[in-house]
């Protein structure tokens, strides 16, 4: 726990009857506002410091803790009481304290008596612990004030309750389980009788170092007049343990950018300048262009948790090549190193430091998907334009066919029906040789097995993307057409929403969970493991970047029924709008036609 304390006399008074403790070691905590002014009030807040402090050391293991800081401040009181009555100078002397007796870094009790106050910032909300004991608050706890009255009482600071007044006062106690992240402020009527709650809570919750909070919330109260004495105790338990999601953003971002020499040093040596896209620039202009540019995409997207940098890195890769008239092959064999060359140094990041590269590998995976998925959208657009291209073909030939049928035949009805359903994409040749070695191929069986043994047996659709990554994964020819007729069966005939679209995607992520961890489990070497895993992340790549195509492919009516319901729209506007128009001029035409018949008679107004 961080704990810092700080105290000023202010600007009007010229002594401080404040004390605090500050005691790590005990867990002790309190502020101790002195009351009496020359009959020795900051006599008496040290005084029943000592004497709270003397008691909890004294008997910390043997009561329990409520008990003990109850009993402590009782004891505070009566030493106050007692040095009251035996000098005269100091009859009428007393305090307020709060106290905070930390039992473990999850629990604390919290004691006070007058008006000294206990507040908890938790999750950026500012709460009062304690209620002062004032003569005017205990009127409005019997209902004889309002909250609003008892702010313009005259008596609103006089105490109902304090240390030394009598040997023995009523003490209110409150037990808290704190959690992580949580703060307690301790303070005295000067630092919240000068500041607002809402500047109050800013300034705690700011997120800065107790020790900085403390001294921020006194220089609050001094701005805001300083008053009075002023004394502040900032108490902050342990933060939570950082979530996946932060360690990607901080430590996960900053190591893969320190990897971003070896990335391109790994992706000239995979032959990256020799890529038809960068065809034309120099080694090391082809590596800036390419491989810093896709480096500096993950970073940003890594740092604030989104995919919009690699996605459109992507989409400009490929959409430029596209527009000049490349080959898809160009741009997968230049995906494949990128991917290669990431997952190598996510791998490097693992070696060193096997928690944050788990995390980054899963963070660097969704990144490479996301470009995937960029690129099976600008895919599926080019086998939408081909796919027309071959009707409008097929549509000429059907069309002279039934031409020379009608010239025989005269009464012949025959015509040619334009419907795309892309019926022409067939894997372009047989798969002869995957291109893997039998481990790697009994390796992704096992893990295949082992991950429907691990999916529940209602996930039907999570099985059949299993079968879908297997054959995708085992086709080693490098056809996409392999996953776009998978991705078509999985896709199958589901509407274009939330409802239809969300199970496929989550079950094609939580295939990827399952799959990626099961190759953990198979008995092989790590170097056969790392095959098997690079065979089926390429595999789900390619099978979300199909089904991604398919998806885009089928809202393409509904967008094109918007744009026509949008025009119709636009047009109705028109037509209200002329009406608005027309009813507005027989307003004004027949406004100054007056009935003398009508009984206001001819002045045209409703005063009969």
């Known amino acids: 726990m961080r704990v810092a304390g700080d105290t000023n006399v202010g600007k009007i008074r010229t002594t401080n009857e404040d004390s605090m403790i500050v005691e790590p070691a005990k867990g002790l905590y309190a502020v101790l506002d002195g009351m009496g002014g020359a009959n020795a009030g900051d006599i008496a807040s040290q005084m029943a410091r000592d004497a709270l402090h003397e008691y909890v050391t004294q008997r910390r293991g043997s009561l329990a803790p409520r008990q003990l800081l109850e009993a402590a401040i009782q004891a505070g009181s009566a030493a106050v009481y007692k040095a009251s009555q035996a000098n005269r100078e100091r009859h009428g002397m007393g305090t307020t304290v709060v106290a905070c007796l930390i039992v473990d870094p999850n629990h604390v009790v919290v004691g006070h008596v007058g008006d000294s106050r206990c507040y908890l910032l938790r999750q950026g909300r500012l709460q009062a612990l304690t209620r002062d004991h004032t003569i005017v608050e205990e009127l409005v706890d019997r ?71 403390a001294r921020d919330l006194i220089d609050l109260a001094l701005r805001g007049g300083g008053g009075d004495n002023v004394s502040t105790i900032v108490i902050e338990a342990p933060q939570a343990a950082p979530t996946a999601s932060t360690v990607v953003k901080t430590s996960g971002a900053m190591a893969w950018w320190q990897k971003r020499q070896r990335f391109l040093q790994i992706a000239k ?49 490929a959409d430029g090549w596209f527009e000049r008239g490349g ?99 067939r894997p372009d040749r047989p798969v002869t040789n995957t291109g893997m070695s039998e481990e790697v191929m009994d390796g992704m069986s096992k893990t295949m097995t082992i991950a429907r043994a691990r999916t529940s047996p209602r996930a039907e659709l999570v099985k059949h993307v299993l079968t879908s990554l297997s054959k995708v994964a085992g086709d080693g020819g490098g056809n996409f057409a392999t996953a776009v007729l998978e991705a078509r069966e999985l896709y199958g005939v589901r509407p274009v929403d939330d409802a239809g679209v969300m199970p496929l995607f989550d079950a094609l992520d939580t295939a990827r969970i399952i799959s990626a961890s099961s190759v953990h489990q198979i008995q092989a070497t790590e170097a056969t493991r790392a095959k098997v895993l690079l065979a089926l992340s390429t595999a789900h790549q390619r099978l979300v970047g199909a089904c991604t195509g398919l998806v885009l492919e089928a809202s393409i009516p509904y967008s094109e029924r918007l744009r026509d319901v949008a025009a119709i729209t636009s047009e109705m506007r028109t037509q209200v709008a002329e009406a608005e128009k027309k009813r507005a001029a027989l307003e004004r035409e027949h406004a100054v036609n007056i009935d003398s018949s009508l009984p206001w008679g001819s002045r045209g107004n409703t005063e009969w």
Not at 402 to 408: G, L, N, S, V
């Open 143 to 213: 209902g004889l004030l309002t909250p609003d009255e008892a702010e313009r009482h005259p008596y609103k600071n006089v105490l109902s309750r304090n240390l030394g007044a009598r040997p023995e006062t009523r003490v209110d106690l409150v037990e808290l389980e704190l959690k992580p992240g949580d703060r307690l402020l301790l303070c005295s009527d000067g630092l919240y009788g000068y500041s607002s709650v809402e500047a109050i809570q800013y300034v705690l919750g700011s997120g800065d170092a107790p020790d900085h909070v």
């Open 269 to 317: 040596d995979r032959g990256l300048p020799k890529n038809a896209i960068v065809r034309g620039l120099s080694p090391d202009e082809a590596l800036e262009l390419v491989g810093l540019s896709l480096c500096q995409a993950i970073f940003h997207d890594l740092e604030k948790s989104t995919g919009v940098n690699v996605w459109t890195f992507a989409q400009n890769l």
């Open 327 to 425: 080959e898809w092959a160009a741009v997968r064999s230049l995906m494949d190193i990128l991917g290669t060359c990431a997952r190598v140094c996510v791998d490097e990041v693992r070696g060193s430091d096997a928690q944050l590269g788990f995390l980054l590998d899963v963070a660097v995976s969704r990144a490479l998907v996301v470009a995937e998925l960029a690129l099976g959208g600008l895919l599926a657009e080019r086998l939408r334009q081909v796919d027309s291209d071959l009707i409008e073909l097929q549509s000429v030939q059907h069309g002279l066919a039934d031409q020379a049928a009608a010239t025989e035949d005269p009464d012949s009805n025959a015509q040619w029906v334009d419907r795309p359903t892309i019926p022409f994409l």
